[in-house]
C-alpha cells in the first residue's frame, strides 16, 4: 500500500516538474520559435508517424519534457491523433497521424515560414550588399593611402 502511495507521490511530483519546466519555456520562447517547433513536429511526424518521442526529442535538439508537452499540445489541439501498434522490440508503441486539421495547419505554418524565411533573405542581400560596398571602399582607400 506504501508502495504504491510512493510512486503515486513520485509520479505526480514529475508530472509537476515537467509541467514547470514547460509553463517557463513557454515564458521564454517566443511566439515565431514555438510555431517552427510546432512545424517541425508535424514534419517529422508526417514523414515518420512510428517516431517515438526520444527520437524525436533528438532531431528537435530539445529535451524529451519539452517534446512530450509539445506533442500535448498538438493533440490537444486536434492536430495529431495517437495510434497504438504492436512493435516486435516493445510490446506496444505509438504512431502520432497528423488529423485532417494538422495537415491544414502544417500547410498555413510552412506558408509563415517561408514567407518570415524569404524577408529575412531580402534583408541579408541587402545587408552583404552593404558589407561588400564597405569592403570596396576601404580597400581602395588602402590602396590610395599607400
Known amino acids: 500500500m506504501k508502495a504504491l502511495w510512493y510512486a503515486s507521490i513520485r509520479s505526480l511530483l514529475e508530472r509537476i516538474r515537467l509541467?514547470?519546466?514547460?509553463?517557463?519555456?513557454?515564458?521564454?520562447?517566443s511566439p515565431v520559435l514555438h510555431q517552427d517547433t510546432h512545424l517541425k513536429v508535424l514534419r517529422l511526424l508526417e514523414a515518420?508517424?512510428?517516431?517515438?518521442?526520444?527520437?524525436?526529442?533528438?532531431?528537435?535538439?530539445?529535451?524529451?519534457?519539452?517534446?512530450?508537452?509539445?506533442?500535448?499540445?498538438?493533440?490537444?489541439?486536434?492536430?495529431?491523433?495517437?495510434?497504438?501498434?504492436q512493435s516486435s522490440k516493445r510490446k506496444l508503441a505509438y504512431a502520432y497521424l497528423l488529423?485532417?486539421?494538422?495537415?491544414?495547419?502544417?500547410?498555413?505554418?510552412?506558408?509563415?515560414?517561408?514567407?518570415?524565411?524569404?524577408?529575412?533573405?531580402?534583408?541579408?542581400k541587402v545587408e552583404i550588399k552593404s558589407l561588400q560596398q564597405e569592403v570596396s571602399r576601404n580597400e581602395s582607400?588602402?590602396?590610395?593611402?599607400?
Open 19 to 29: 509541467f514547470v519546466i514547460y509553463k517557463s519555456s513557454q515564458m521564454t520562447e
Open 99 to 124: 488529423t485532417p486539421a494538422g495537415v491544414s495547419e502544417k500547410a498555413a505554418l510552412t506558408g509563415r515560414f517561408l514567407t518570415r524565411k524569404m524577408q529575412e533573405y531580402e534583408l541579408l
Open 48 to 85: 515518420n508517424p512510428q517516431m517515438n518521442q526520444r527520437d524525436l526529442a533528438a532531431a528537435l535538439g530539445v529535451s524529451l519534457g519539452k517534446t512530450n508537452y509539445c506533442l500535448k499540445a498538438l493533440l490537444e489541439k486536434g492536430l495529431l491523433k495517437v495510434q497504438n501498434f
Open 141 to 146: 582607400q588602402a590602396l590610395t593611402d599607400q
